[in-house]
């Protein structure tokens, strides 16, 4: 029996001079814990530290405390009056009893759902056994990125919320050893490269306290739109963020974030380019989910999802600009 | 919003055919249901099996001596040390078995996740973590688990045939010959497989989660090499089987070694992982049909071609042909069968076994006929009703099949219908509908029961049967308060213990069928004592009369001629007479002994219509609306009835878009072995469903006129959603499940 030691931390200071591993709503880590995929020796619970309040900005902006649960975020009055990607993309995940569990920070975190990952029966998974190859490779791989991959891993990042915040530029506060830091989410989460291990910027004992939106850009909409095999319950196959504002007929501001196709919550700067000042028209969209997904890699069974998330961006940007 | 309809055949009083809530539902609601694994004896210690990770080898060497040290390890059993168990005698129907190769026979591996070994610990915590400490080295080879069963150069076997269909399909005017496709499917009943074994002396007690008590006693008896009477099996409720609990696998015999070794009472509880492994699955079909047809659309030649997977120890025949010969009217046809052999555990008879499979092949292809014909898909049916069996030439007992493709046409606003391909339009949405006919077999087999009536005022019932959780507690208590008079709450239905009369296995919809003459008897026979004693008891205010002229209503006791509130309340008399109850004890035969049904086809029928809301744009495609018609006799308990045929429609939505098992093509490992990976339909998947039972009684099946409703809600639901399908996006899928990679192909882009 993997044995391991549990304490609740009162205290940013206690947390994080802990040492141990953080544990959130455990929807995550006790999972891959029974799996025997994840190994901690330690667990520090963080639910008790006083960070669980959303608070609107002097700014304008939002801040929401890493240790919301992902049902209050999404039901939060600001969050589903100005941010309603967010609250869309939260309630698109999961079920509601997972969502009673899971915090913001824990959500940020949440590991992948590849299959060979989250079987220690498997030795090879560079995730897991950096060098020891990629089991999902050649193997059951419908679910599996088709941006960002590399050779070594393919796994898809599985998280909705991260989505609706790349699309809304959020900003990660952290804290541990090196102090308070902050990230742009684009710059928070890594491309698997040749060290899948490695998946975001945190260094090891850095506590994520806060995400920051900043203030939502007035005058525009905003969309998250989430497609997959069943009704509910169920990881996305293909997902759209899309913020967009459009004056005259033409696209003045877009943001267009992509879920369930790449290894990251996937940003498409292509596809907003080519639609910056353009009509707002369905072949400009149509354009706009080309270039998103221009350099597609896709492996032997997940070819459909190209197409998919390019359906996925036409639909999410129509709904936007109507 | 659901809805139901049943029109009780008996009369308006009757509590049979009433919608009645099932009388077991406050206990499991209140957590109260005692399920296997809820069954904690003192000093139970916990068994947990190790998998074999690869699909196809054998072990070349097994090291426990890690694991046998571990905190709270009693024991490490494995193919080297585990002691004489025998195999159950072949093909003896009263102890089946559904993998033949007992756990443990020889080094050999036979697919992913067999047992090589088992733990037994202290604590589950304890077994656990040891069997992760076994280390097995394997000789390993590539596991034969490939999705595609043709080419296949082995042996058929004719199933049925009649006419020269080869020479009548050559000659057809319009003619279809297709291949289908339905894959691996995992029972996943909520509550997993689980066994507490426990030994005291040379008896042993089972606490099982099992759809036959009986037949579970009869297999460990063999299997264990003690006799039957010191076997007990115990199945109080089941969180459903759906199949894969009718017979015993691996892990029982496992359990009751263990605890034979260790004397103490051990408890194995399947993960749901070793669910998609170890116990069983409706294997991989695939069906080439050919019909061929007039101009006019009557059907000259149906053949059926059927093969489907089967695992390296056992031959397990799907039966695709189920259905085939009888459901239409044909002068040509062929039905054969083959299996194919591939690493992966034994398959297992899953809800409508057979006909499920092959009702998608063959509706599917009379779509597609209709299609061909340019011809309504109803009328196509109605066209070629069967007036007769025309596979053995026997009448039916009961065969309603055109008035359910009628009143479901008429439900569902079937007329309103435009066949083009994407011709219908709703809210931005294209609609498709389709539909399908439905079958599944009536049977009744041999029950006993005893019914008694108690000095405390009671009625009580016995039988080994179980109740997997549709409903039979509540058609053992209907029976009895219609014979006495009493209400639900002076009535106790005792099963799932093989100390009773011996009842049914729980499977192909035959339970109500089969308990009704036994418990109707049982009570009739309680009854006729209870009068006798009352004619004969002195003092009493009936004493001296014919028992004849006797009645039990209301649980009173009266004359005849007298009403209820005159007579006396049946525990009175049997105070009087100092006894502590009387009982009756019937046994009932197998449908196949009695002359009633001599020469007659029986089944059940039904008709599916299915609307799919189809969004282009995004390929989103949603079951929304299902009218079912279902023909299975006279409905018992029209509550329990739709409930059954609800479920099996969103089970139907899962097969048809949603369910496969998926094996890793290098080691055969069920890689989408959980609840996330593996989709069932949720709420949210289902659709409105209108349930209409037409409530035919079948006479020649009981004196009920009841037949089954367990499957044949199943039955016929893919490929009307296939069907609709088609309708709505032109595209035809003949392998499931129906997948947006296969719906990105339509050609209708907007809606
Ligand atoms: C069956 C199932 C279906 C699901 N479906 C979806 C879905 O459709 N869409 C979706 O987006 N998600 C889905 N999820 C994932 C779910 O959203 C995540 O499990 C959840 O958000 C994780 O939050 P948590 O608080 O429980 O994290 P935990 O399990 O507590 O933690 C996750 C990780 O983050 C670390 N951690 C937690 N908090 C912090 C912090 N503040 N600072 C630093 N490290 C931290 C932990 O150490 C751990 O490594 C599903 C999960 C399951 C089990
Ligand atoms: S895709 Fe990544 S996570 Fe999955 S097996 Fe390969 S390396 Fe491991």
């Given at each position: 029996?993997?044995?391991?030691?549990?304490?609740?931390?009162?205290?940013?200071?206690?947390?994080?001079?802990?040492?141990?591993?953080?544990?959130?709503?455990?929807?995550?880590?006790?999972?891959?814990?029974?799996?025997?995929?994840?190994?901690?020796?330690?667990?520090?619970?963080?639910?008790?530290?006083?960070?669980?309040?959303?608070?609107?900005?002097?700014?304008?902006?939002?801040?929401?405390?890493?240790?919301?649960?992902?049902?209050?975020?999404?039901h939060h009055e600001a969050v589903k009056a100005q941010y309603a990607v967010l609250s869309q993309a939260l309630l698109s995940g999961a079920s509601p009893q997972l969502r009673n569990m899971a915090t913001t920070g824990g959500n940020l975190l949440q590991r992948t759902r590849c299959p060979y990952f989250r079987d220690p029966s498997y030795s090879n998974c560079n995730k897991r056994n950096p060098g020891s190859g990629c089991a999902a490779i050649g193997g059951h791989n419908r679910m599996m990125a088709i941006l960002g991959t590399s050779e070594d891993c393919i796994a898809t990042h599985p998280s909705d919320m991260a989505v609706a915040?790349?699309?809304?530029?959020?900003?990660?506060?952290?804290?541990?050893?090196?102090?308070?830091?902050?990230?742009?989410?684009?710059?928070?989460?890594?491309?698997?490269?040749?060290?899948?291990?490695?998946?975001?910027?945190?260094?090891?004992?850095?506590?994520?306290?806060?995400?920051?939106?900043?203030?939502?850009?007035?005058?525009?909409?905003?969309?998250?739109?989430?497609?997959?095999?069943?009704?509910?319950?169920?990881?996305?196959?293909?997902?759209?963020?899309?913020?967009?504002?459009?004056?005259?007929?033409?696209?003045?501001?877009?943001?267009?974030?992509?879920?369930?196709?790449?290894?990251?919550?996937?940003?498409?700067?292509?596809?907003?380019?080519?639609?910056?000042?353009?009509?707002?028209t369905a072949a400009h969209f149509r354009a706009a989910a080309e270039a998103a997904l221009k350099d597609a890699k896709p492996q032997s069974e997940n070819g459909f999802k190209v197409e998919l998330a390019k359906r996925c961006i036409v639909r999410a940007l129509t709904t936007a600009t109507a | 919003m659901e809805s139901t309809t049943a029109s009780a055949a008996g009369s308006p009083h009757s509590i049979i055919g009433r919608p009645v809530a099932r009388i077991d539902g406050p206990l499991k609601t209140t957590g109260i249901a005692q399920y296997a694994a809820d069954f904690h004896l003192p000093g139970t210690v916990h068994a947990v099996?190790?998998?074999?990770?690869?699909?196809?080898?054998?072990?070349?060497?097994?090291?426990?001596?890690?694991?046998?040290?571990?905190?709270?390890?009693?024991?490490?059993?494995?193919?080297?040390?585990?002691?004489?168990?025998?195999?159950?005698?072949?093909?003896?129907?009263?102890?089946?078995?559904?993998?033949?190769?007992?756990?443990?026979?020889?080094?050999?591996?036979?697919?992913?996740?067999?047992?090589?070994?088992?733990?037994?610990?202290?604590?589950?915590?304890?077994?656990?973590?040891?069997?992760?400490?076994?280390?097995?080295?394997?000789s390993a080879e590539t596991p034969s688990v490939s999705g595609e069963l043709e080419p296949f150069a082995g042996k058929w076997q004719t199933v049925s045939t009649r006419g020269n269909v080869d020479d009548a399909f050559a000659a057809a005017a319009v003619k279809v010959d297709q291949t289908y496709v339905t894959p691996v499917e995992t029972h996943n009943p909520i509550e997993l497989h689980a066994t507490v074994a426990s030994w005291a002396g040379d008896t042993v007690t089972f606490y099982e989660s099992t759809q036959g008590v009986v037949n579970h006693r009869n297999a460990m008896a063999q299997i264990l090499g003690v006799p039957r009477?010191?076997?007990?099996?115990?199945?109080?409720?089941?969180?459903?089987?759906?199949?894969?609990?009718?017979?015993?696998?691996?892990?029982?015999?496992?359990?009751?070694?263990?605890?034979?070794?260790?004397?103490?009472?051990?408890?194995?509880?399947?993960?749901?992982?070793?669910?998609?492994?170890?116990?069983?699955?409706?294997?991989?079909?695939?069906?080439?049909?050919?019909?061929?047809?007039?101009?006019?659309?009557?059907?000259?030649?149906?053949?059926?071609?059927?093969?489907?997977?089967?695992?390296?120890?056992?031959?397990?025949?799907?039966?695709?042909?189920?259905?085939?010969?009888?459901?239409?009217?044909?002068?040509?046809?062929?039905?054969?069968?083959?299996?194919?052999?591939?690493?992966?555990?034994?398959?297992?008879?899953?809800?409508?076994?057979?006909?499920?499979?092959?009702?998608?092949?063959?509706?599917?292809?009379?779509?597609?006929?209709?299609?061909?014909?340019?011809?309504?898909?109803?009328?196509?049916?109605?066209?070629?009703?069967?007036?007769?069996?025309?596979?053995?030439?026997?009448?039916?007992?009961?065969?309603?099949?055109?008035?359910?493709?009628?009143?479901?046409?008429?439900?569902?606003?079937?007329?309103?219908?435009?066949?083009?391909?994407?011709?219908?339009?709703?809210?931005?949405?294209?609609?498709?509908?389709?539909?399908?006919?439905?079958?599944?077999?009536?049977?009744?087999?041999?029950?006993?029961?005893?019914?008694?009536?108690?000095?405390?005022?009671?009625?009580?019932?016995?039988?080994?049967?179980?109740?997997?959780?549709?409903?039979?507690?509540?058609?053992?208590?209907?029976?009895?308060?219609?014979?006495?008079?009493?209400?639900?709450?002076?009535?106790?239905?005792?099963?799932?213990?093989?100390?009773?009369?011996?009842?049914?296995?729980?499977?192909?919809?035959?339970?109500?069928?089969?308990?009704?003459?036994?418990?109707?008897?049982?009570?009739?026979?309680?009854?006729?004592?209870?009068?006798?004693?009352?004619?004969?008891?002195?003092?009493?205010?009936?004493?001296?009369?014919?028992?004849?002229?006797?009645?039990?209503?209301?649980?009173?006791?009266?004359?005849?001629?007298?009403?209820?509130?005159?007579?006396?309340?049946?525990?009175?008399?049997?105070?009087?007479?100092?006894?502590?109850?009387?009982?009756?004890?019937?046994?009932?035969?197998?449908?196949?002994?009695?002359?009633?049904?001599?020469?007659?086809?029986?089944?059940?029928?039904?008709?599916?219509?299915?609307?799919?809301?189809?969004?282009?744009?995004?390929?989103?495609?949603?079951?929304?609306?299902?009218?079912?018609?279902?023909?299975?006799?006279?409905?018992?308990?029209?509550?329990?009835?739709?409930?059954?045929?609800?479920?099996?429609?969103?089970?139907?939505?899962?097969?048809?878009?949603?369910?496969?098992?998926?094996?890793?093509?290098?080691?055969?490992?069920?890689?989408?072995?959980?609840?996330?990976?593996?989709?069932?339909?949720?709420?949210?998947?289902?659709?409105?469903?209108?349930?209409?039972?037409?409530?035919?009684?079948?006479?020649?099946?009981?004196?009920?006129?009841?037949?089954?409703?367990?499957?044949?809600?199943?039955?016929?639901?893919?490929?009307?959603?296939?069907?609709?399908?088609?309708?709505?996006?032109?595209?035809?899928?003949?392998?499931?499940?129906?997948?947006?990679?296969?719906?990105?192909?339509?050609?209708?882009?907007?809606?």
């Open positions: 029996m993997q044995s391991f030691s549990y304490s609740k931390a009162q205290t940013l200071d206690q947390a994080t001079a802990a040492g141990g591993r953080f544990i959130g709503g455990g929807t995550t880590l006790v999972d891959l814990m029974k799996q025997g995929v994840e190994t901690p020796k330690m667990l520090v619970d963080i639910t008790g530290l006083p960070l669980s309040s959303v608070e609107t900005q002097p700014d304008g902006g939002l801040m929401i405390g890493a240790m919301v649960r992902n049902s209050d975020l999404a915040m790349t699309v809304l530029e959020a900003t990660i506060h952290v804290e541990g050893p090196k102090g308070k830091r902050t990230f742009e989410i684009a710059d928070f989460y890594k491309l698997p490269g040749t060290a899948p291990n490695v998946e975001n910027a945190l260094e090891p004992g850095e506590l994520i306290t806060h995400v920051t939106l900043p203030a939502p850009r007035k005058g525009s909409k905003q969309v998250y739109l989430k497609l997959r095999d069943r009704a509910s319950y169920e990881f996305a196959l293909a997902s759209a963020a899309v913020v967009a504002e459009t004056s005259g007929g033409h696209i003045r501001y877009v943001r267009v974030a992509l879920g369930g196709v790449g290894t990251r919550p996937w940003r498409a700067h292509e596809a907003e380019a080519a639609l910056m000042g353009k009509p707002a | 099996p190790v998998q074999a990770t690869v699909g196809n080898g054998a072990i070349r060497s097994l090291d426990v001596s890690a694991a046998r040290s571990m905190p709270g390890v009693l024991d490490v059993i494995h193919h080297g040390n585990i002691e004489r168990i025998y195999r159950a005698v072949p093909n003896d129907p009263s102890a089946t078995v559904s993998e033949t190769r007992p756990p443990f026979e020889d080094n050999r591996i036979y697919y992913w996740g067999q047992y090589v070994a088992l733990i037994v610990a202290e604590t589950l915590e304890q077994a656990t973590a040891a069997a992760t400490a076994v280390i097995v080295e394997y009477e010191n076997v007990t099996v115990v199945t109080k409720f089941l969180g459903s089987g759906f199949g894969g609990k009718l017979f015993p696998w691996s892990h029982c015999a496992l359990a009751a070694v263990a605890s034979r070794r260790l004397q103490r009472p051990v408890k194995l509880v399947v993960t749901r992982t070793m669910m998609f492994s170890n116990v069983g699955h409706r294997p991989l079909t695939e069906q080439r049909f050919r019909i061929g047809a007039g101009a006019a659309g009557k059907l000259v030649a149906l053949r059926q071609d059927a093969l489907n997977h089967t695992s390296m120890v056992d031959n397990f025949d799907e039966g695709c042909g189920e259905a085939t010969p009888y459901l239409y009217s044909v002068p040509n046809l062929t039905v054969t069968s083959a299996l194919v052999q591939r690493n992966v555990g034994s398959p297992m008879a899953m809800r409508g076994p057979g006909a499920v499979p092959g009702l998608f092949a063959m509706e599917s292809a009379m779509d597609e006929l209709a299609v061909a014909l340019k011809m309504d898909p109803v009328e196509l049916r109605l066209k070629n009703d069967a007036a007769i069996d025309e596979s053995n030439g026997q009448k039916f007992s009961s065969r309603h099949l055109r008035e359910c493709l009628e009143t479901g046409s008429a439900k569902f606003g079937w007329s309103k219908r435009t066949p083009g391909v994407g011709s219908m339009r709703r809210d931005g949405k294209v609609l498709g509908w389709g539909m399908a006919a439905a079958s599944w077999g009536a049977y009744r087999f041999g029950c006993s029961t005893t019914v008694e009536l108690g000095a405390d005022g009671k009625a009580r019932a016995r039988c080994a049967t179980q109740d997997v959780g549709t409903g039979l507690y509540t058609i053992f208590a209907q029976v009895l308060s219609e014979k006495t008079g009493l209400p639900f709450e002076r009535i106790e239905v005792l099963l799932g213990d093989t100390t009773m009369p011996e009842g049914p296995l729980s499977g192909g919809s035959w339970s109500t069928a089969t308990v009704l003459p036994a418990v109707a008897g049982a009570a009739d026979n309680a009854i006729a004592s209870l009068l006798q004693i009352a004619a004969t008891t002195p003092g009493s205010s009936l004493s001296g009369a014919d028992a004849k002229t006797l009645r039990l209503t209301e649980g009173r006791i009266h004359r005849s001629s007298d009403a209820p509130a005159r007579g006396v309340p049946f525990e009175s008399v049997l105070a009087s007479a100092r006894l502590n109850g009387v009982s009756g004890d019937s046994t009932s035969g197998s449908a196949f002994e009695d002359p009633k049904a001599k020469g007659l086809s029986m089944h059940s029928f039904g008709a599916q219509f299915v609307e799919v809301e189809w969004d282009p744009e995004i390929a989103r495609l949603r079951v929304s609306r299902v009218v079912t018609v279902i023909d299975a006799g006279r409905i018992i308990n029209p509550r329990a009835g739709a409930n059954q045929i609800k479920g099996a429609v969103v089970m139907g939505v899962g097969m048809a878009l949603l369910e496969e098992t998926v094996y890793d093509p290098r080691n055969g490992q069920p890689i989408n072995g959980n609840l996330a990976d593996y989709l069932v339909a949720t709420s949210p998947d289902s659709p409105e469903i209108d349930v209409t039972f037409l409530d035919y009684p079948d006479y020649a099946l009981n004196s009920y006129g009841a037949r089954g409703i367990g499957e044949i809600g199943l039955a016929g639901v893919a490929p009307a959603i296939a069907s609709a399908v088609y309708h709505a996006t032109g595209v035809r899928v003949r392998k499931l499940p129906i997948r947006i990679e296969d719906l990105l192909q339509s050609e209708i882009r907007e809606a």
